[in-house]
């Protein structure tokens, strides 16, 4: 039986994130009390309060969905040694060449026959 996969934990709210949230709210605030307000004085105080709503959960969903990403690239990025690893490190461990033959494609004995070579002046196009 497969294994299910853990959900990834929901991050704390830090400063940095209440203030966007904040900042959210305040954006639909004012678009909700724009809008809200064609309908009148009571149509904006209802827009603004709507629209703080919305802005504040719309917020705080990119925040959260922000933080997710980073963290997977944060784990991603350790795993192929990009920070604290070794990617490009000289120093590898690699298996030692079997013989001591070049590649078919370093002395090009894997071309076909009719592949004109590219070398030399420069070549008529073929019509």
Do not use: F
Not at 92 to 106: C, Q, R, V
Request: no cysteine.
């Amino acid at each position: 039986m497969a294994k299910k996969k853990k959900a990834d934990p929901v991050p704390e709210k830090t400063t940095h994130h209440l203030l966007h949230d904040a900042e959210g709210a305040a954006s639909g605030a004012v678009a909700g009390a724009v809008l809200g307000s064609i309908a009148g004085p009571p149509g904006a105080v209802a827009g603004a309060v709507i629209g703080a709503v919305a802005g504040a959960i719309a917020a705080s969903a990119l925040d959260t969905e922000a933080e997710r990403q980073s963290q997977r690239t944060r784990e991603l990025d350790a795993e192929i040694g990009v920070s604290g690893g070794d990617l490009g490190a000289p120093n590898l461990k690699h298996p030692p060449a079997k013989i001591g033959a070049y590649s078919g494609a370093s002395v090009d004995a894997d071309a076909s026959d009719d592949d004109a070579a590219a070398e030399g002046p420069m070549q008529t196009p073929e019509t």
